[in-house]
């Protein structure tokens, strides 16, 4: 594997529309920003980091099922003109390590130690940090914070499912939590991942409303749903065989949860719905936003929306 790399954001200019010259260099601005870091013997991270000469603050990407870092290319370069921008694949994704479930669970608690790995190796400074995640990675940033409430200056999560309240979530989502239907559950997903990675992010919206993905991001994720004898879907069903025991401890300890935290919401999120949020944010005061028209996707779905959400965390 290619060893660190980091991209300065001195040459990328505007936001650039889709097909212009402009935007062809924001996507190889985070291409070429892409590189791996070490977590420990078993656990080596596929990472994208562009910095830029006097940043504002640091910004870190947490993505979610079926996705890896590609997903933020858009909004990593953009950022990166007033931030360092960091994301990287959790394990099972991407091209990230995927030891076998003996080794290393792939529950949202394991993957809290390889965020705060990841923020000591990186030399992030958590006194101006943001971090933004969205679906299964949500849950293990919050679990970092219950101990660690400095880990950052801001955390922005959505999408997600904080508690165990299975009549909030997608019934293949509730199949996956326990046996008897996670095994064939899981087997399902397998057998259909061409369906999941082409239409993962369209269930819910309307043909209006419908949106395809880069081919970037596409090509990514169907190249790495497989890797090392593990596919995405093994690992996102590790993943939900330890969820109800994370949630559990998520809700028992909320009063603990000191680190800032706003979440967000795609109103048309058929996965988990709205009224988890609205639950979650109620329950810790934080501040909430629905967003009209969107799905579980909001990142891509209104990348503008995600952009400014991160620079009203820093003002």
Do not use: C
Request: net charge negative; charged share 20%; no cysteine.
């Amino acid at each position: 594997m290619s060893r660190d790399k980091t991209v300065n954001a001195a040459s990328v200019a505007t936001t650039p529309s889709s097909h212009t010259p402009e935007a062809f260099a924001f996507t190889q601005a985070a291409r070429d920003a892409v590189g791996f870091i070490e977590i420990n013997e078993i656990l080596t991270l596929r990472r994208m980091v562009i910095r830029t000469p006097a940043p504002k603050g640091t910004v870190l990407f947490l993505h979610g099922f079926p996705e890896t870092l590609t997903v933020w290319n858009d909004i990593a370069t953009t950022l990166a003109l007033d931030y360092d921008v960091h994301a990287f694949d959790w394990p099972g994704y991407g091209q990230s390590s995927r030891p076998a479930s003996e080794r290393f669970s792939y529950a949202p608690r394991a993957y809290a130690q390889v965020l705060k790995a990841y923020i000591e190796r990186a030399g992030i400074d958590r006194s101006n940090l943001v971090i933004y995640a969205t679906d299964i990675g949500a849950l293990p940033v919050l679990l970092l914070a219950l101990d660690e409430p400095t880990i950052a200056r801001q955390i922005i999560v959505g999408d997600f499912a904080p508690f165990d309240r299975p009549q909030y979530m997608w019934e293949n989502l509730q199949n996956l939590k326990a046996e008897p239907t996670a095994s064939p559950t899981r087997a399902y997903m397998n057998t259909t991942s061409d369906e999941i990675l082409e239409n993962v992010h369209r269930r819910g919206l309307s043909p209006a409303e419908q949106f395809d993905l880069p081919i970037d991001i596409q090509q990514d994720m169907t190249r790495s749903w497989s890797l090392d004898g593990m596919t995405s879907a093994d690992a996102f069903a590790h993943y939900y065989a330890n969820f109800t025991r994370d949630q559990h401890y998520l809700e028992a300890n909320l009063t603990r949860l000191k680190t800032p935290v706003k979440v967000i919401w795609g109103e048309k999120d058929i996965y988990i719905s709205s009224e988890m949020g609205i639950e979650f944010a109620g329950k810790i005061g934080a501040q909430l936003d629905v967003l009209p028209g969107i799905g579980h996707f909001p990142h891509l779905q209104t990348s503008k929306q995600t952009v400014e959400e991160i620079r009203t965390s820093f003002r």
